[in-house]
């Protein structure tokens, strides 16, 4: 028998004996528990990993992957109505051409000299972006939305010396655990309530809340519950008063309808790219953006990075690369602000594609699309016996909330029914958002047809009236 030194994994490369005495004396170390010396005793795995049997055979390993991957449920299969902050939107066959292209798919990060313009793409998505936003500058893409929102908030401590900040009740589960992990060892974080009846921020917790030492406030529009905020003017007026910045989340996909955030007030805005283009990939397919003012005091926070276009030597040739590298954590590495990675600067890419083909009529189009259907949705769910849709009493984008507990089910049994039907139903708040009820955040885009949702429609009320006869 094999020792377990003497080991080859058919799957680990380098595993041969020889070869790995041969790295080591090359990096000057004996043994491979040398590499580990900085890592105390009591926190080193000492057993063996139980891990199968390697399949050695190419052909059966593949079945065999098949089959476990044969095991997932999609929203290919599926009708869905799943949303909150991954949603299903129509990617155009262009968006996947250009990002699969090799001198983008391949070269999305690093320096000018292995560019093959990527730079000036990632220039193009942040004028894109920028016009969109009605913003001056924009990055280019960090990780998601969890993170620009972190950051954001990180930015006006940073801006404003302040430690303090607010946040609306009303943002993602996700984003609020990534905020509070974020920003809590630096920050108070400070919850903002509102109103159980309309769904609007509650002014009054604000305003009581708001003072000289609050960097800002963050709020999201539509919030994650889908909500529309009417009284951003006021909101803005509260927190500029005492020198707060004001910080909100968008989803792009509403700016074709619905004013951008600056026109009413905002400081900072960030969100996420993945419903320009990009398709809804399990641990991908995020990427979140900011957006500021061209001015010193927001563009030096950027911890992120951000091209800009200039002369060259040449005479008549413009040249697309860094703008203040040095504030960067490229730049300066564990000395920088924060760090960010470049993983997401491809999506970057691939919302420029999506923005360039839509244009200002098309985002218009989609966004009156999506609004419409969302309405319609919820005055035919409202029609159903003992369900309230949506719960709120104010306008709201894309997602709405559907309160089901007039039906005396539960959504969880309402959404493994549905999942019998082939519908992915809305996300369950109950846990959440326990103030809801048994309540369910649906979400409708532009992929909805009207045969869609009377198939949503026909399988709830035939799940009520099943009910009823089991009664």
């Known amino acids: 028998m094999k020792k377990k030194a003497d080991f080859v994994h058919p799957y680990i490369p380098n595993s041969v004996r020889h070869i790995k005495d041969k790295m080591l004396r090359e990096i000057g170390v004996e043994t491979i528990e040398d590499l580990y010396k900085d890592i105390p005793e009591e926190l080193r795995f000492k057993e063996e990993m139980k891990l199968p049997p390697p399949i050695t055979s190419e052909c059966r390993l593949e079945r065999h992957i098949k089959k476990i991957l044969g095991k997932n449920l999609n929203c290919e299969e599926n009708l869905s109505f799943l949303g909150g902050g991954c949603t299903r939107h129509h990617v155009p066959a262009i968006c996947d051409e250009i990002n699969r292209r090799s001198e983008f798919l391949t070269a999305y990060a690093g320096e000018p000299y292995e560019d093959h313009g990527r730079f000036q793409a990632l220039f193009e998505y942040q004028s894109l972006m920028a016009e969109l936003l009605d913003m001056d500058v924009v990055n280019v893409p960090t990780y998601d939305w969890c993170q620009s929102a972190g950051t954001v908030i990180r930015m006006a401590e940073r801006i404003t010396g302040r430690e303090k900040i607010l946040v609306s009740a009303h943002i993602s589960p996700e984003r609020s655990a990534a905020v509070n992990n974020y920003c809590r060892p630096v920050m108070d974080v400070i919850s903002i309530a509102h109103d159980s009846r309309t769904g609007w921020l509650d002014l009054e917790d604000l305003r009581s809340k708001m003072d000289s030492g609050t960097a800002g406030f963050y ?59 990009i398709h809804m990939n399990y641990g991908g397919g995020q990427g979140g953006f900011i957006a500021t003012r061209d001015e010193e005091k927001f563009v030096m926070e950027y911890p992120s990075r951000l091209f800009g276009i200039t002369k060259t030597m040449v005479e008549g040739e413009l040249g697309f690369g860094d703008v203040a590298y040095e504030r960067t954590s490229f730049g300066q590495r564990e000395k920088g602000k924060e760090f960010v990675g470049t993983h997401a600067a491809l999506w970057g890419i691939t919302a420029a594609v999506y923005l360039s083909l839509m244009g200002p009529k098309g985002m218009t189009e989609l966004g009156k699309n999506v609004l419409q259907k969302a309405q319609y949705t919820a005055k035919r769910l409202s029609a159903l016996p003992g369900v309230a849709a949506p719960r709120f009493e104010a306008p709201f984008f894309k997602e709405f909330t559907v309160d089901f507990s007039g039906t005396g089910l539960t959504v969880k049994k309402i959404n493994d029914r549905l999942l019998k039907e082939g519908i992915f139903g809305g996300i369950d708040l109950s846990g959440v958002f326990p103030e809801c009820g048994q309540s369910a955040l649906l979400c409708l885009t532009e992929q909805h047809t009207l045969d869609d949702i009377e198939r949503l429609v026909r399988a709830l009320a035939g799940i009520f009236e099943g009910e009823g006869r089991n009664k």
């Open 219 to 277: 709020f999201e529009n539509p919030s994650y519950l889908g909500i529309l905020e009417t009284q951003v003017r006021e909101i803005a007026d509260i927190i500029h008063g005492p020198g707060g910045l004001v910080l909100t989340g968008v989803d792009p996909i509403s700016l074709g309808v619905i004013a951008p955030p600056v026109q009413y007030g905002a400081d900072i805005v960030c969100g996420d790219i993945q419903s320009l283009g």
